[in-house]
């Protein structure tokens, strides 16, 4: 759903390990499923997108996995980098409408 | 231009004051969103155009905002007689077209506000 007035939650990470960060949409006639990566003082970036007849897509070092049965989208980062730090944002897409998730922010520890 | 362009990048104002905020879009974009991120939160969804019109205005939190497209190019958001509540990032994004598939956002860096 739309986050307002929420904190963000955080996940912490060593440096060189896998991430995951979860992703819980909200309509099930969304069709298109979007990550976004928020550094620090600048706008979100795109990511990597997956459609809704997929269960999942790789990119480099990342991978999103869908599962429509309980609307539930993962983001997996590999091998964990301190550049990786970030807020990452799902957003899903239906009916001509993009929602944005309330995002996560990614602590690489060194 | 090479990316969604806002200005100014930061914007100190009085209670009370007017304020207008732009955004270049990427040329060529036929959809702009506007959205207010507070700070350690999420995007708050404000509007969008689809070319110079906006077809839903029910995200702009109340009657103090306003924001305009022309030329199905530049796009200002408006904000009057400022609270300190409205101190947040503005982010402006754009997409190609806005249709289901394929909807890519670029967004600008976002206009820092800040109300005294």
């Known amino acids: 759903g739309e986050s307002v007035g929420l904190h963000l939650p955080t996940l912490s990470v060593q440096e060189g390990d896998n991430s995951i960060i979860n992703c819980a949409y909200s309509n099930s006639a969304s069709d298109y499923f979007i990550w976004y990566k928020q550094e620090s003082g600048k706008g979100p970036q795109f990511i990597i997108d997956?459609?809704?007849?997929?269960d999942k897509r790789q990119g480099q070092r990342v991978t999103v996995l869908l599962n429509k049965t309980v609307k539930h989208l993962s983001l997996q980062i590999a091998a964990t980098q301190p550049g990786d730090s970030a807020v990452y944002f799902c957003?899903?897409?239906?009916?001509?409408?993009?929602?944005f998730g309330a995002g996560t922010r990614l602590f690489v520890k060194a | 231009g090479a990316g969604v362009s806002q200005s100014p990048s930061n914007k100190v104002t009085e209670k009370g004051k007017d304020v207008e905020l732009r955004c270049d879009p990427i040329s060529g974009h036929t959809a702009l969103y506007w959205y207010r991120q507070r700070l350690g939160q999420g995007l708050e969804f404000l509007i969008y155009?689809?070319?110079?019109?906006?077809?839903?205005k029910s995200g702009l939190p109340s009657d103090r905002f306003s924001a305009e497209r022309t030329g199905e190019s530049v796009s200002t958001l408006t904000i009057q007689r400022t609270q300190q509540e409205d101190s947040a990032v503005y982010l402006c994004a754009s997409s190609l077209v806005f249709a289901t598939e394929q909807n890519i956002q670029y967004f600008g860096a976002g206009t820092r506000l800040s109300v005294l």
């Open positions: 155009f689809q070319g110079n019109s906006a077809p839903d």
């Open positions: 997956i459609r809704s007849n997929m």
């Open positions: 957003a899903e897409i239906g009916g001509f409408k993009t929602i």
